[in-house]
């Protein structure tokens, strides 16, 4: 029997959901996964039930109704469905009504309910269990339907102060009922204003400054470091900011930009995060661009972190030329001359692959040719050629010590270095020398060299064509040998496929059987990969079709429980959203799905404004956007409110 006892108030479905995990034996990693992903993992876990050999299993989940965020709809209940020998007991205090109320909410239909008379307490116990003043406020305005504006008090600093630890917990139940009137609203409107908008931006900002202030126990010292987390604060307001800016036009994309500009001017010299200042000294222009570059080159001096040497590569490409290669010669230093941490993947500017270039000169012949083939991408057309001949000239047999050095060149290899690279398969990546000998007009090779590699199981067979086929011409495509190969993977293999190959999928099958194989997937196992398969294919399919593709993925999140591993895929697919399902998406993913639950984690990072802001524009359009802008400048300030406020209470 798993049971979660009635042992503190304020318990949070995070809380439960993982208590339940680990006494089930799951392995819960740490840090905490978001609450979508555990729930996710719990709907599967007791969706799959209990194997014949095993026990029956039993949850009792006692005083379910102290749960302060336990969601009301119950189509994402994780308890909705329960698989063989597998029951559950819920316990809630009330009547009648609130056990119709919670039926609803845990998506049963038709199940018992017991009411079970207890003796009231003593009126000096109840005194003892007696709620502060104004406690209760949110949940009157809440059943009373009262507009979002009446309840939007509850987001500010004025009532999240960190008192206690019991205090932020009724401001965190306060934020939950907001939360979820905003939600009906979203619902209701099936679409977001600008006053919507702002109000979901302010209350997850209440939310991640709820969360920060509780790790950082203000009320237990005068000296609890509320410095760090504002300046991570600070720098993810900046970075949002930017993310919003590329949702608008021209002219209110200046505004934006120069709020982002504003914070970084402000507080960016002591940003511990290099990464935000090269984003900002991107965005910049003429001297401010310099002045945040050299801001984010020493915070990439001053960091031990691993990416530091990639860091200095990228500040490099924003100096003027004649620090750059300095700066690059650095970043060589700092790395011990290692390709990989120097240019670990494809992005670099032109700029900086120049620096780089210059400043690796010096470097031993192998070490050197394992930088050039990193840098190929980005170099000017010219310095791209003597880059090429100078890898032919210090060619080794084996000289590059992994698939992403021998991929990133083999675009560029003459016909007598592709023959060398030919004789070194399988170290080479067969998919990469296949597309450039299909370059080379030798596509039969091609074919036999994917097909050798690939082995005898279909799986394999089907990506390797998938990989190659887009490449030929229309009608040399393998159309009848892919689909035969497909007939023999279970529709899971399949679907996966065309996860990994939409272009590929929809320009050799056809649009309809691409959109018609992700889609045929069955619940519970295989929905991360069918929401993830038709999002990527709303950016592949021809435009008719593209809307809905989209709508089918978020439909298949949404009864998949909103598994927050296929939130990124999803909101490349915001332009072809519907209005209303962009703000249904925003309104339950933002700041819940995320995995660091901080008021830095509300603007960057996962479930983030920055990574929803296309979903923002979708749902509600410029106005919304704009409005979403004003209140991450206004949430910037909330720890710098609440520390100030706090430390007058010391005082």
């Known amino acids: 029997m798993v049971h979660i006892e009635r ?40 969706a799959n039930g209990q194997d014949e050999d095993e026990p029956e299993l039993l949850l009792v989940l006692d005083g379910l109704d102290e749960c302060i965020d336990w ?37 049963w239909n038709g199940v018992d309910a017991h009411f079970v008379e207890i003796a009231p307490v003593s009126p000096a116990a109840a005194e003892s269990r007696g ?57 209701r409107c099936r679409s977001l204003t600008p006053n919507l908008a702002a109000a979901l931006v302010r209350c997850a900002a209440a939310q991640g400054a709820a969360a920060t202030l509780g790790d950082a126990e203000p009320w237990a010292s005068p000296d609890a470091d509320l410095v760090t987390p504002r300046l991570d ?77 990639r860091e200095l590569v990228a500040v490099a490409g924003l100096l003027p030329e004649e620090e750059a290669q300095e700066v690059a ?42 930088v050039l083939v990193r840098l190929l991408a980005g170099l000017p057309a010219e310095a791209r050629t003597r880059a090429v001949q100078e890898i032919e000239r210090n060619w080794a047999p084996w000289c590059f010590e992994n698939e992403a050095e021998a991929e990133a060149v083999t675009p560029y290899l003459t016909e007598p270095l592709l023959e060398r690279a030919l004789e070194e398969v399988p170290v080479w990546p067969v998919h990469a020398l296949g597309a450039r ?11 036999a060299l994917v097909l050798r590699w690939a082995g005898s199981s279909a799986g394999y067979q089907a990506d390797a064509l998938l990989r190659l086929g887009e490449r030929l011409p229309p009608g040399r495509r393998p159309e009848k040998e892919v689909k035969a190969l497909l007939e023999e993977l279970d529709p899971e293999k399949r679907c996966n496929l065309i996860k990994e190959h939409p272009s590929a999928s929809v320009a050799i099958l056809g649009a309809e059987a691409a959109l018609r194989i992700a889609d045929d997937v069955g619940e519970p196992s295989g929905s991360y990969v069918r929401i993830v398969a038709l999002a990527r294919l709303a950016r592949a399919l021809p435009e008719p079709m593209r809307a809905e593709a989209a709508q089918r993925a978020v439909l298949a999140f949404e009864a998949g429980g909103a598994d927050a591993d296929a939130l990124g895929d999803l909101c490349e697919a915001a332009p072809w959203m ?16 995320s995995g660091s639950p901080s008021l830095a984690g509300v603007f960057q990072g996962w479930a983030s404004v920055a990574q929803l802001a296309g979903v923002l524009r979708r749902a509600g359009g410029e106005e919304a956007v704009l409005a979403a802008a004003d209140e991450v400048t206004f949430a910037g300030r909330w720890l710098h409110s609440l520390a100030v406020s706090y430390r007058n209470e010391w005082i």
């Open 7 to 46: 042992s503190r108030r304020f318990a949070s479905e995070h809380e439960i959901l993982t208590s339940l995990l680990q006494q089930l034996g799951q392995d819960v990693l740490r840090p905490p996964r978001d609450v979508l992903k555990l729930r996710s993992e719990l709907r599967n876990r007791l």
């Open 71 to 107: 969601p009301h709809d119950g189509r994402i209940s994780t308890l909705r469905e329960l698989g063989k020998h597998v029951r559950c007991a819920v316990s809630i205090s009330g009547g009648e009504s609130e056990a119709h109320a919670w039926r609803e909410r845990l998506g």
């Open 131 to 187: 709620v502060p003043s104004g406690a209760d406020a949110s949940a009157h305005l809440a059943l009373g339907s009262a507009p979002v504006a009446s309840m939007l008090a509850f987001a500010e600093p004025s009532w999240v102060r960190p008192v206690s630890a019991e205090a932020l917990a009724y401001a965190l139940v306060d934020l939950r009922r907001l939360r979820d009137r905003l939600g009906e609203e979203v619902e």
């Open 233 to 309: 604060a600070d720098a993810a307001c900046a970075l949002s900011l930017l993310a919003l800016a590329a949702e608008v036009s021209p002219s209110p994309r200046a505004g934006i930009l120069e709020k982002a500009f504003e914070i970084a001017d402000r507080t960016g010299a002591r940003w511990s995060s290099p990464s935000a200042l090269i984003a900002v000294a991107e965005a910049a222009e003429g001297e401010r661009r310099i002045r945040v570059a050299r801001a984010a080159l020493e915070a990439a001096r001053r960091s031990d972190g691993e990416d530091a040497p």
């Open 329 to 370: 010669a650095e970043a060589i230093a700092r790395a011990g001359g290692a390709p990989a941490a120097l240019v670990p993947g494809p992005g670099l500017s032109a700029a900086s692959a120049v620096a780089l270039e210059r400043a690796s000169r010096s470097l031993p012949a192998p070490q050197r040719i394992r």
């Open 437 to 447: 000998l299909v370059s080379l007009g030798r596509e039969d090779e091609a074919r």
């Open 578 to 593: 519907s209005p209303a399902d962009a703000a249904w998406l925003l309104s339950t993913c933002l700041f819940d799905a």
